[in-house]
């Protein structure tokens, strides 16, 4: 199948059969999960936003031959997306235009501080006394105010590529889902009543990004289970631990974030929405 057809392909498949295959535009936002840190090869014109140049979004554009504007950054919150840019970039969503035909978004975590905790309470559990934890009342308030925050993410994309297709995307899990396992090992030092608070935190974020996406009536990638026997202390981990390897092209390794195999199983799941295409 060559680039051409694929792409038309692709957009009948989204339901735009008057579309061209030049409008096979495919903007991808949001955090530090999806640009990649750590991942592969370093994008050098991605500046502090830390974007990989084998992140599930730029798999998925290869694979589905569309032109790929990929603007997430790591440490974005909702509020990065809507107003305010990072590293000179500006806010994520004025990079998608009318002629948007597929919007991938992943946030949410650093708004509750997810990966901030994670790093907080490893600290704490190495006996430090300096570590910042956002404390449950903090995170629970953060919480409540996160459906709000993914709407207008989701309102704001609408209004201005209305004919996109939206795909909302989880975060792969750090902590073992199953609640009998205890979810520590030497590469997640927690404290076993904070892996149970992390494994809490995860699966409320969870529900957060597939109510969103079931109110607006939106693809969701459902990372918690992609990532469900793939959690930091299994033998075949999507995130990395506490003290991971350094990747070649990355000025230092990055912890408690995807991984090679974590992106290329977001990518993977993507294939069931958009359908396979020939490379």
Same mark, same amino acid.
């Given at each position: 199948?060559?680039?051409?057809?694929?792409?038309?392909?692709?957009?009948?498949g989204?339901?735009?059969?008057?579309?061209?295959?030049?409008?096979?535009?495919?903007?991808?936002?949001?955090?530090?999960y999806?640009?990649?840190?750590?991942? +592969?090869?370093? &994008?050098? #014109?991605?500046? =502090?936003?830390?974007?990989s !140049? @084998?992140?599930? $979004?730029?798999?998925?554009? %290869?694979r589905h031959?569309?032109?790929?504007?990929?603007?997430?950054?790591?440490?974005?919150?909702?509020d990065?997306?809507?107003?305010?840019?990072?590293?000179?970039f500006?806010?994520?969503?004025?990079?998608?235009?009318?002629?948007?035909?597929?919007?991938?978004?992943?946030? +949410?975590?650093? &708004?509750? #501080?997810?990966? =901030?905790?994670?790093f907080? !309470? @490893?600290?704490? $559990?190495?006996?430090?006394? %300096?570590?910042?934890?956002?404390?449950?009342?903090?995170?629970?308030?953060?919480?409540?105010?996160?459906p709000?925050?993914?709407?207008?993410?989701?309102?704001?994309?609408?209004?201005?590529?209305?004919?996109?297709?939206?795909?909302?995307?989880?975060?792969?899990?750090?902590?073992?889902?199953a609640?009998?396992?205890?979810?520590?090992?030497?590469?997640?030092?927690?404290?076993? $009543?904070?892996?149970?608070?992390m494994?809490?935190?995860t699966?409320?974020?969870?529900?957060?990004?597939?109510?969103?996406?079931?109110?607006?009536?939106?693809?969701?990638?459902?990372?918690?289970?992609?990532?469900a026997?793939?959690?930091?202390?299994a033998?075949?981990?999507?995130?990395?631990?506490?003290r991971?390897?350094?990747?070649?092209?990355?000025?230092?390794?990055?912890?408690?974030?995807?991984?090679?195999a974590?992106?290329?199983?977001?990518?993977?799941?993507?294939?069931?929405?958009?359908?396979?295409?020939?490379?």
């Open positions: 199948m060559n680039k051409l057809f694929g792409a038309a392909a692709l957009l009948l989204l339901g735009m059969a008057d579309a061209t295959a030049q409008d096979a535009r495919y903007v991808s936002m949001g955090s530090s999806a640009a990649g840190p750590g991942v +592969g090869t370093r &994008d050098a #014109a991605s500046r =502090g936003c830390d974007r !140049l @084998s992140n599930y $979004a730029r798999t998925v554009a %290869a031959h569309l032109e790929l504007v990929d603007v997430a950054c790591s440490g974005a919150t909702t990065n997306i809507l107003a305010h840019g990072q590293h000179g500006a806010p994520q969503v004025e990079a998608v235009t009318p002629d948007t035909r597929l919007v991938s978004i992943l946030i +949410g975590g650093n &708004d509750i #501080a997810y990966v =901030g905790n994670l907080g !309470l @490893s600290c704490r $559990a190495a006996g430090n006394s %300096a570590c910042q934890v956002v404390d449950d009342a903090g995170v629970d308030r953060r919480l409540a105010d996160l709000a925050a993914l709407d207008r993410v989701v309102d704001a994309v609408r209004r201005r590529a209305p004919k996109a297709r939206i795909v909302l995307v989880g975060y792969l899990p750090a902590v073992a889902v609640a009998a396992d205890p979810g520590t090992c030497a590469a997640l030092p927690l404290a076993p $009543a904070d892996a149970r608070r494994r809490e935190t699966a409320r974020l969870t529900d957060a990004v597939e109510q969103a996406a079931a109110r607006h009536r939106i693809d969701v990638i459902h990372a918690a289970a992609i990532g026997q793939h959690a930091i202390c033998a075949e981990p999507y995130v990395t631990g506490h991971p390897a350094r990747e070649p092209g990355w000025p230092a390794p990055v912890a408690y974030h995807p991984n090679q974590g992106m290329d199983g977001i990518a993977a799941a993507f294939d069931a929405i958009l359908g396979q295409q020939a490379q």
